[in-house]
């Protein structure tokens, strides 16, 4: 079991900067890849971010590519999305998700789920 707590939205102006985090806790974390998700409303949710725990390899979606970096702080569990040059097209609902295995950018292949936080990008 892993449970995954998010914070760090809010409202943030167009090329401003978040950091939203995920503190994850349980069992034998190395095992799983750790991904940040988003959800706009009437949209699906898509892949943002991953990375394994580990370490080893960091993924992007071309849409956040050179603007977002996933990072984790093995001694805090707690892995981060640090958002840049932000836009209003970011704006959505973000989630944390967890899996055991290798990365995958499909979120039905995550079993575990934050409750998400709400960024807001204004023009």
């Known amino acids: 079991q892993v449970q995954l707590v998010e914070s760090g939205g809010g409202l943030v102006q167009a090329g401003g900067s978040l950091r939203l985090s995920c503190a994850a806790s349980g069992r034998t974390l190395s095992v799983y890849t750790m991904g940040w998700f988003r959800q706009a409303p009437g949209k699906e949710r898509e892949f943002v971010a991953g990375m394994r725990w580990t370490g080893s390899g960091t993924y992007y979606a071309d849409s956040v590519k050179g603007r977002f970096t996933i990072s984790r702080d093995t001694a805090k569990n707690t892995v981060y999305l640090q958002m840049n040059s932000l836009k209003p097209e970011d704006t959505a609902v973000y989630y944390c998700?967890?899996?055991?295995?290798?990365?995958?950018?499909?979120?039905?292949?995550?079993?575990?789920w934050g409750q998400g936080t709400q960024v807001t990008v204004s023009s």
């Open positions: 998700a967890a899996r055991a295995g290798a990365l995958s950018a499909a979120p039905p292949e995550y079993g575990y």
